[in-house]
């Protein structure tokens, strides 16, 4: 009879804790980290009813849980239980991880690298410089706007279908980049109908879609009609990793873009976090080899 020895008073103890966590794939992402790093730990989906979202962090860190990770609905409301934040949750009001450290609970937020970090891997180049449109102006594009800014892009073209948010979220963005070194407005937000959105998409070298239009099951959506034509030299992204090919993709590709989808930004985040709660650097041959399995497994 096999004996499994796999878990035993030393097993350092991780989750994620959300409410649904049905579909998650964090567990499978986590615990193949473990085993591929040689660390006797464990990632376990926890899920959380409403009214015991302070309980339930009281508990993980009176279990001597090494960090957790947060998906929705509690991004925010995590943060009424954590001792200090980390700059990208200070900017972005939201945290997905939480490291606990002697006691205290450190909340870090690792969406936005997650997105960086699938970009220079899958893309082979950064924002510096670069011209962005982002569709959609949510929370995905704050997070995501704020890391491109701070990157160095020249231009960002906030497109959403309510135009008042994409224009608040510019500003935003706008005073953020005035508290660095550059001091002038490189942020700016249109209607999604506006000449001067088509206009935005037509000349950018990056596409972003950050809405969740396209995504399974309303596979045959795109954010951009079907008379958009795409330069072969823009990248497009998609956030969306169900379908991984999305109508948007699909239509770039076909104009000679190269495209990206979001199974990435997911596999990344969840690298990041790891990283955190470990105090570690996962190498780049683990990842990338991990990567592979990974976007099989969750069929992209
Ligand atoms: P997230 O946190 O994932 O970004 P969100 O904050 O709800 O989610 O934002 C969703 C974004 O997708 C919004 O910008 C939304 O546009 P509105 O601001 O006009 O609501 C955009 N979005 C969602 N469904 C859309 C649709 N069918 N067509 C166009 N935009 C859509």
């Given at each position: 009879m096999y004996l499994d020895k796999?878990?035993?008073?030393a097993t350092v103890l991780t989750g994620l804790i959300g409410n649904p966590l049905g579909h998650t794939v964090s567990p499978q992402l986590h615990n193949s980290l473990f085993k591929r790093m040689g660390i006797n730990g464990i990632y376990l989906p926890l899920q959380v009813e409403k009214d015991k979202l302070g309980d339930a962090v009281k508990g993980l860190s009176s279990l001597g849980f090494a960090g957790f990770n947060v998906t929705i609905p509690y991004k925010v409301a995590v943060l009424d239980y954590v001792d200090e934040a980390s700059e990208a949750v200070k900017l972005l009001g939201t945290a997905n991880t939480v490291k606990i450290k002697d006691g205290r609970l450190y909340a870090y937020n690792t969406d936005a690298d997650g997105f960086a970090d699938s970009f220079r891997m899958q893309?082979?180049?950064?924002?510096?410089?670069k011209d962005v449109c982002i569709i959609g102006a949510g929370g995905t594009t704050r997070a995501i706007a704020i890391k491109i800014a701070m990157e160095g892009a020249r231009r960002i073209s906030i497109i959403n279908r309510t135009e008042i948010k994409a224009e608040e979220l510019a500003s935003y963005i706008n005073e953020i980049i005035q508290n660095t070194d550059k001091k002038t407005d490189i942020a700016y937000g249109y209607s999604s109908c506006s000449e001067i959105a088509a206009e935005r998409l037509k000349q950018c070298s990056v596409i972003v879609n950050t809405t969740s239009v396209g995504m399974y099951p309303n596979n045959?959506?795109?954010?951009?009609?079907?008379e958009f034509s795409f330069d072969k030299d823009q990248i497009v992204y998609d956030v969306i990793y169900k379908p991984g090919k999305t109508k948007l993709l699909k239509r770039a590709e076909d104009g000679g873009c190269r495209t990206i989808n979001g199974a990435g930004m997911l596999f990344y985040q969840g690298v990041r976090a790891f990283e955190i709660f470990m105090d570690t650097k996962i190498p780049c041959e683990i990842s990338e080899n991990l990567s592979k399995a990974f976007f099989k497994f969750i069929g992209v």
């Open positions: 796999r878990v035993n008073s893309a082979g180049t950064d924002f510096k410089s045959d959506f795109s954010p951009l009609s079907d």
